[in-house]
């Protein structure tokens, strides 16, 4: 079955800091693997996106994401963060055989920047 | 341009009853999706509707109905609520299925359910 997981439910950074969410995921076939962000009240924006080629992908807001296939992997990383990235993060994946459209969602992680 | 609408934005049922809610996409938007949003279980699909038709479904009993209209507008549907839907469905619109990066979610319809 295809799955993502977010290990940590809430991640604490100091302003300025860099800032690592992470996620796993166990899929069948090439992933695609996307990171979205939910402001309080608000829906999810899209952040950033992997589907081939650059193992590194570079997004919104300064984040970027690393993907690794050995580990399964897709850490969300930003070298310095800022208060205004406190939010909730959901790692996703769409695999190719399945329907287009189609994300599995991880539980979220709750990234809280202080100054 | 307008973004994803959703209406209502808050909504308090009751068991046993039915709701509907709905979802007009951005212009030029065919593909609609919806998931629901719960502490527990995060974020799950619900459906997907490109050009009037459902193209996908997710896990949901059958009490989760939707439709998509010649508009692009969609709704969906709850049967016979139960206190578990208590959740926020988000409805995402994109130009057609699968295009995450013309993706965008609008701000969600949060059911109460007592």
């Known amino acids: 079955a295809q799955s993502v997981a977010q290990p940590e439910d809430q991640v604490n950074v100091a302003e300025g800091n860099p800032l690592t969410v992470k996620c796993t995921y166990s899929?069948?076939?090439?992933?695609?693997l996307f990171w979205y962000v939910q402001y309080p009240n608000r829906g999810l924006q899209f952040l950033l996106k992997?589907?081939?080629?650059?193992?590194l992908v570079k997004g919104s807001y300064g984040f970027e994401a690393e993907f690794n296939k050995s580990q399964t992997s897709f850490h969300l990383k930003k070298p310095s963060a800022l208060v205004s990235d406190s939010a909730l993060y959901f790692c996703?994946?769409?695999?190719?055989?399945?329907?287009?459209?189609?994300?599995?969602f991880g539980k979220g992680t709750k990234l809280s920047v202080k100054p | 341009k307008a973004g994803v609408t959703q209406t209502p934005r808050y909504l308090i049922k009751t068991r046993g009853q039915q709701v509907t809610l709905s979802c007009s996409p951005i212009?030029?938007?065919?593909?609609v999706s919806w998931y629901q949003q719960t502490p527990g279980q995060g974020l799950q699909f619900l459906f997907e509707?490109?050009?009037?038709?459902?193209?996908n479904k997710g896990n949901f009993p059958g009490r989760f109905s939707g439709r998509q209209f010649s508009n692009s507008r969609s709704e969906m549907n709850v049967s016979t609520l139960e206190l578990g839907d208590s959740a926020l469905y988000l409805c995402?619109?994109?130009?057609?299925?699968?295009?995450?990066?013309?993706?965008?979610f609008g701000p969600g319809t949060r059911l109460l359910v007592l």
């Open positions: 995402a619109s994109s130009l057609v299925p699968g295009d995450q990066e013309t993706q965008y």
């Open positions: 899929v069948s076939g090439n992933p695609y």
């Open positions: 992997y589907i081939t080629g650059d193992n």
């Open positions: 996703a994946v769409r695999y190719t055989g399945g329907s287009q459209g189609n994300l599995i």
């Open positions: 212009s030029g938007h065919r593909s």
């Open positions: 509707y490109f050009s009037e038709t459902q193209r």
